[in-house]
């Protein structure tokens, strides 16, 4: 990887990467650079990790060749039109952002940028993400290699094709609030039967826990450890047979395909902005797409 690292936005997953990498070793402190506007937030990074901040994102640049956008999607074009002159062919763009295509960015500066899209997702923020990983036309091996190195440092890391990513988005980018939901119906039903919040919670995450463990342990596909726990008329294949009854395995699959869907549109809507719209407008069009609680698509026919 070439140091320094640059971090565009200190929020949550900028912390999240600052703390992995220096945790796995990989980076220290002085190898980080990250640019952040909240000064209160500036000043808990710096004595947290020890890590320097830049006064704009222009320095950053300058001084960084590797560099992770990792501020919310409606600030991507602010803060690609403030570096978009200062980078030049030795940058590579590590975008973490949410929906947005690298095409979009691309659209931004004047000249082909090597750069790779990842999606992770919240539990990198405590070094058990999930990322995927996809690379534009003109990044090179050595690119993914940097990028993967990175998000090793908070998870896992899988390679998928830029067209994939709106899949990944729906599955493991919304998946923690699915297994959340899965994990509160599960303790309900817990508590209806008689056990206490605490104890049911407890026994619930352990067992989601436990039993994610289990398939990377065995790397034995789930069916198969799910058959070798139930004995026939026995109460797992009682319970396995109630949730069927209620369209568990459906109402999950229906979950990705519905979040996917969402991700598509929202990421088609972006693309139909053009670059040369003044970030300030871009900014509140962006809001308003993410706010949307109704479908994408009637949103992107309002803006055109
Ligand atoms: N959190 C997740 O689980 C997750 C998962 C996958 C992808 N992502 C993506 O990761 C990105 C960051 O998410 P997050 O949860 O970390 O958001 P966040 O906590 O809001 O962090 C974004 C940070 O960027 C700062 N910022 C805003 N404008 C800036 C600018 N012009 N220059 C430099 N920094 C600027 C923000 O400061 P202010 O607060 O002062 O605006 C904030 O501290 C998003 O694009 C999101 O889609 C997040």
């Known amino acids: 990887m070439e140091k320094p690292l640059g971090i565009i936005g200190g929020g949550n997953m900028g912390e999240a990467l600052i703390a992995g990498l220096i945790h796995s070793g990989l980076l220290s402190p002085a190898e980080i650079l990250f640019s ?19 006064e704009t994102n222009r320095d950053l640049v300058t001084r960084a060749p590797t560099l992770i956008l990792a501020v919310k999607p409606q600030s991507v074009p602010e803060v690609l039109a403030e570096i978009a002159q200062s980078l030049k062919p030795h940058h590579l763009i590590i975008s973490i952002c949410a929906g947005v295509p690298l095409d979009y960015i691309q659209s931004f500066i004047p000249r082909p940028i090597r750069m790779v899209r990842a999606m992770p997702n919240t539990p990198a923020l405590i070094q058990k993400g999930a990322t995927a990983l996809a690379p534009s036309p003109a990044a090179q091996a050595k690119d993914l290699s940097t990028a993967e190195a990175i998000f090793q440092a908070v998870g896992i890391t899988a390679i998928v094709k830029e067209s994939q990513m709106d899949a990944v988005t729906g599955l493991s980018g919304s998946g923690p609030a699915y297994v959340f939901a899965v994990i509160e119906a599960l303790a309900a039903g817990g508590v209806k039967e008689g056990l206490s919040q605490d104890v049911a919670l407890n026994l619930t995450t352990q067992t989601v826990l436990g039993a994610a463990h289990l398939i990377q342990a065995t790397a034995k596909h789930p069916a198969t450890l799910r058959d070798q726990v139930c004995t026939p008329g026995g109460t797992t294949m009682a319970g396995l047979y109630a949730m069927e009854e209620g369209g568990f395995r459906l109402a999950l699959m229906n979950a990705v395909i519905a979040a996917t869907q969402r991700s598509k549109e929202l990421g088609e809507a972006l693309q139909k902005l053009p670059s040369s719209s003044p970030p300030g407008r871009t900014k509140k069009i962006v809001d308003r797409l993410h706010k949307s609680a109704r479908g994408g698509l009637k949103v992107t026919r309002k803006l055109h």
């Open 36 to 54: 952040e506007p909240r000064p209160e937030r500036r000043a808990y990074l710096q004595e947290k990790f020890r890590v320097s901040f830049a």
